[in-house]
């Protein structure tokens, strides 16, 4: 479902501030795959992520999405593909818009706008229904504007943005970095019976070692904008914290450990 | 001071108002709808005032000479749209290139400096020598307009825009080429600009290279007048065609303000550096407002009292 071969991408070549920021990138999920990322600060994860969504063209590599080759596509038009949760709550909607409105916006993702009524009433009935799954009690809410949700609220919205049309990949960056760990649980618990109902192919990147072991059937771990330990099914499932950490210090990482990693 | 005199001067502020309030809704689809402060405005006004007055003394029907007005006024914001997004120019910039690309082009277009039109020569739509008249026509324009962009702004295409004003990562996300609404969100303002600048010209019997000198600032003052207003009458239930409708009776408060100030004794040519100071006042109040709730010397006086009291109490 996503190829990435071999990317490579290096920002400011030839300043002082040259950094490569990804190094030969590759990874395959197939169908149905939910695959964790981990890495430190720098590693490479939410980069790798941004590859993905065509925030910037890659220098090298190439990136398949379904079979059909997105490298030279840019954002807007990879976004048919692609369902995207960011770390940052303010990110993935509209404030100034209402719930369903930006409901409706995802609605049409990937396809081409007219001059017919942005949202139907038909639309409005089933995301009434959608939003009562979330059990926040924003089905009742569904003309207020975005800006009034909390962090929590907001990215739980997203989520259901992101997945309102099934998605190809689905990637979730961080997405419950921004939140208190209560509110964190929910919505990675949301992520996960979204994710399972749907059959969808996703790539999430979290700083908790223990989140990436639990969710998911394949692991990855990035360092210097490389993957350097890989794990799926039965390997996953009997790995623990400390084994990963240990991958780490073997791979010259155990320097860009940090504390929320080892916590978690 | 004749209390008279400025009873009569009234209905000529209502006109007048309403006309600007026809370019303050297209200040208001960039400036608060699309966030984009463009400053195209004070070219196009003139654009759209120098191709009607021009159509119509050549014979063009004035009906389509005002449709022309309104497509010159297109082409402007085209042309700062596609400064900004293919060329990447920021935006106040790309707006402030137009705008001084627009006075030579108006020039040329008119070939010197003011064209006179005579409402006694032509069928025009709109005078000052017929003011009721004008009120009338200008409350029909205004509302329609309001009626047509509150459906655009309710469609898929509107909708867009919206979204690429308020949150251009997330439109981007949703598949929206914001580049394109961006564009297409100028083309419409900078159209309605031109409309105002085109009705406008009639009005006065005159366009001239610089009657669109500061109209961002009539334009804005409009949009953050009609904005107190509105929501200190509608509060909660001010919807999208209210604020529409509250930024066209802000131009008219703003009109009326001006014609108060100038039978107190204000002099004409001062009227600039008042509206300058009505819409500093007007965006700094809410600011002032909110940062006097919120204030370190507010927080470092109650702490000091805390203090105060403890002390005291300890002492006593």
């Known amino acids: 479902m996503l190829e990435i071969n071999c990317i490579k991408k290096t920002f400011n070549a030839g300043t002082i501030n040259e950094k490569k920021a990804l190094n030969g990138v590759t990874l395959k999920l197939e169908e149905g795959d939910f695959c964790t990322v981990i890495g430190g600060n720098g590693s490479g994860k939410s980069t790798t992520l941004n590859a993905v969504a065509g925030v910037w063209p890659v220098d090298s590599g190439s990136i398949k999405i379904g079979g059909v080759d997105v490298t030279g596509l840019c954002e807007h038009k990879r976004a048919k593909y692609l369902g995207r949760v960011f770390q940052d709550p303010m990110t993935g909607t509209t404030a100034t818009m209402e719930i369903q409105e930006n409901l409706a916006l995802a609605a049409r993702r990937g396809q081409s706008r007219s001059l017919k009524w942005g949202i139907t009433k038909q639309e409005r009935e089933e995301y009434h229904e959608l939003l009562k799954m979330l059990d926040l009690g924003l089905e009742d809410r569904m003309t207020s504007k975005v800006g009034l949700l909390s962090g929590g609220q907001r990215q739980a919205l997203t989520l259901l943005m992101a997945t309102l049309k099934k998605p190809h990949v689905l990637l979730l960056d961080e997405h419950t970095a921004a939140l208190d760990p209560k509110t964190a649980a929910k919505v990675l618990e949301l992520s996960d019976k979204i994710i399972s109902e749907n059959k969808l192919t996703a790539l999430m990147v979290t700083h908790n070692m223990h989140d990436a072991i639990v969710h998911g059937n394949k692991i990855v771990m990035m360092n210097n904008g490389r993957i350097i330990f890989e794990a799926s099914g039965e390997e996953k499932k009997k790995l623990t914290v400390e084994d990963l950490l240990k991958k780490f210090e073997e791979d010259g990482g155990a320097s860009t450990i940090n504390d929320s990693m080892i916590l978690g | ?316």
Request: positive net charge; aromatic residues 8%.
């Open chain 2, 1 to 316: 001071m004749n209390i008279m005199t400025l009873v009569n001067a009234l209905p000529g502020s209502v006109a007048q108002g309403l006309i600007w309030g026809i370019l303050a809704i297209g200040v208001y689809i960039t400036y608060k709808i699309l966030d984009f402060a463009d400053l195209t405005v004070d070219g196009s006004l003139g654009t759209g005032g120098a191709v009607a007055v021009v159509l119509i003394v050549n014979g063009v029907p004035v009906p389509l000479a005002i449709v022309c007005a309104f497509l010159a006024g297109c082409l402007a914001g085209l042309v700062t749209g596609l400064l900004n997004t293919l060329l990447g120019i920021p935006g106040i910039l790309a707006g402030i290139l137009t705008q001084l690309a627009l006075y030579s082009i108006n020039l040329d277009i008119m070939g010197q400096a003011n064209t006179a039109i005579n409402v006694d020569k032509y069928p025009l739509f709109m005078s000052l020598r017929f003011i009721p008249m004008t009120i009338l026509k200008g409350v029909i324009v205004v509302a329609l307009l309001i009626a047509v962009l509150y459906w655009f702004f309710g469609t898929e295409y509107g909708f867009t825009i919206r979204a690429t004003g308020c949150n251009s990562n997330m439109a981007r996300a949703q598949g929206i080429n914001t580049k394109k609404s961006t564009v297409i969100a100028l083309i419409l303002s900078n159209g309605l600009v031109g409309l105002a600048g085109g009705l406008l010209a009639q009005y006065q019997g005159n366009a001239d290279v610089n009657m669109g000198r500061g109209a961002i600032v009539i334009g804005l003052a409009a949009v953050i007048i009609g904005e107190v207003f509105g929501e200190l009458i509608l509060g909660k239930h001010l919807n999208f065609s209210g604020r529409l409708a509250f930024t066209a009776i802000g131009a008219i408060i703003y009109f009326i303000v001006i014609q108060i100030v100038l039978w107190l004794g204000l002099s004409t040519q001062n009227t600039k550096l008042f509206s300058a100071i009505v819409v500093a006042v007007f965006l700094a109040v809410p600011y002032i407002k909110r940062a006097s709730k919120n204030s370190f010397r507010a927080a470092a006086k109650k702490s000091a009292g805390n203090v105060n009291e403890k002390g005291g109490s300890e002492n006593a």
